[in-house]
């Protein structure tokens, strides 16, 4: 399993606007190959939003990054600024222990 979490501010766009896209675009993201969860965040306060992905395995992470939705929502969106994308390998041992499914 890989988590991958990412982080953006929004420029030229309301948390409103996002809001809409969000809801929008969220079936989009639903069939992904590999793709066990998405939960989305919003820190309406410091505006920052983004996303913890839940990966079936590093193959499956990658394949997203390298794709168009990828780069259609995050990477090539002009209203997205100081995109942030970091992967992380889990500890599976206690994670299972901490509940993990």
Wanted: with cysteine; glycine share 10%; aromatic share 10%.
């Amino acid at each position: 399993m890989v988590i991958q979490v990412i982080n953006f501010n929004l420029e030229g766009i309301t948390h409103d606007d996002f809001m809409g896209v969000a809801n929008e675009v969220a079936p989009n993201f639903a069939p992904l190959p590999g793709l066990r969860s998405k939960v989305w965040l919003s820190d309406e306060e410091n505006n920052t939003y983004g996303g913890v992905y839940s990966w079936e395995s590093q193959e499956a992470c990658e394949a997203y990054r390298s794709g168009e939705l990828y780069a259609g929502a995050l990477a090539n969106n002009p209203n997205f600024v100081n995109l942030s994308d970091k992967g992380f390998g889990v500890l599976e041992g206690p994670s299972k222990i901490t509940h993990m499914k």
